[in-house]
Nanobody, 119 residues
Framework: QVQLVESGGGLVQPGGSLRLSCAAS????????MGWFRQAPGKQRELVAL???????IYAESVKGRFTISRDDAKNTVFLQMNNVKPEDTAVYYC?????????????WGQGTQVTVSS
């Protein structure tokens, strides 16, 4: 099992920036991908960005050009840099770890961090 601890959520104004971090510990040898999903009230959880260790990154169309996912494998940490945020980015953001083999199979989730975009 992999433990995931997120940080960096909060309140940000439209057009502003925010950076989320997620540190993994435990059986990190069992995963080859980390990323972020989000869930807004009344909506299903959706992929935001995924960083497979041995493949190209994947972004939701709604965040392309605004969000950037990066990882520090030495520290088992993944980051999500959120720029030019919009009110529709308001959601609980969940860090995820799992296996990428052409499609993503999540094995572990963080507790979630709230991101609120509002003036």
């Amino acid at each position: 099992q992999v433990q995931l601890v997120e940080s960096g959520g909060g309140l940000v104004q439209p057009g502003g920036s925010l950076r989320l971090s997620c540190a993994a510990s435990g059986r990190v040898d069992r995963i080859n991908a980390m990323g972020w999903f989000r869930q807004a009230p009344g909506k299903q959880r959706e992929l935001v960005a995924l960083s497979p260790k041995f493949d190209t990154t994947i972004y939701a169309e709604s965040v392309k050009g605004r969000f950037t996912i990066s990882r520090d494998d030495a520290k088992n940490t993944v980051f999500l840099q959120m720029n030019n945020v919009k009110p529709e980015d308001t959601a609980v953001y969940y860090c995820t770890a799992g296996i990428w083999a052409g499609r993503y199979g999540p094995s572990d989730w963080g507790q979630g961090t709230q991101v609120t975009v509002s003036s």
